[in-house]
């Protein structure tokens, strides 16, 4: 199948384990919540996930520092960019 590739931005490394993390943005319940992800290549688009995220996943690529776990977001604050 064909790897997600997302900006380096979007992954942060948990301090407690060193995994790799990206924030997910689930529609349904307006929350954000961290899936664990195995890195691929780096490309010049990003870095490619291997596993973690599905197709389709929204994926949160900036101000990821300031979010937590099952936080409720508005879409359009981070789709936007600011």
């Known amino acids: 199948g064909v790897n997600a590739i997302l900006p380096a931005a979007a992954i942060s490394k948990r301090d407690q384990d060193g995994q790799h993390v990206v924030w997910a943005y689930n529609s349904e319940l307006g929350k954000v919540n961290q ?48």
């Open 35 to 82: 899936h664990i992800v195995t890195l691929g290549k780096v490309t010049t688009q990003g870095i490619e996930i291997t596993d973690g995220i599905n197709v389709g996943d929204k994926i949160v690529v900036a101000g990821v520092q300031y979010l937590s776990e099952d936080q409720q977001v508005k879409p359009l604050r981070w789709q936007r960019g600011v």
